[in-house]
């Protein structure tokens, strides 16, 4: 079985390598890889990892933007499920007020109080 921790590390080595990893309309993973490089192994690899690589594809779709209360709730779900750390900010509309924190996916009981407004980013 893969750690989540190492899963990481295998998605931001091929992603650094050029190779793309998206979702078709059915959920499924995607692997696009321009320069036709990928080996037998590291393909059988990516299949190995398919349901982890899916749920980090999802994550990187939530992060960087403003959410919604459930697509929030989804972001700190799948970053609790991955080992993913997050950064997230709140701020206030009409105060300006900007709170900040830090969701650590091996604090659950963060990850259900947090402000559903917050948005998550990826911790390097």
């Not at 990893?21 to 990516?46: H, M, N, W, Y």
Request: charged residues 30%.
């Amino acid at each position: 079985m893969t750690r989540r921790r190492h899963i990481r590390h295998f998605y931001n080595h091929m992603k650094a390598a050029g190779i793309r990893f998206e979702l078709d309309q059915a959920g499924a993973l995607v692997v696009k890889d321009p320069e036709k490089r990928l080996s037998p192994l590291t393909k059988g690899e990516i299949i190995k990892r398919r349901g982890l690589l899916v749920k980090l594809v999802e994550l990187d779709g939530l992060l960087g933007r403003p959410l919604l209360a459930d697509e929030s709730a989804r972001c700190r779900q799948l970053a609790k499920e991955c080992g993913v750390d997050l950064l997230w900010e709140r701020i206030d509309l009409n105060t300006h007020e900007v709170e900040r924190d830090t969701i650590h996916a091996s604090d659950t009981h963060r990850l259900h109080t947090d402000s559903p407004g917050a948005v998550p980013a990826l911790q390097v």
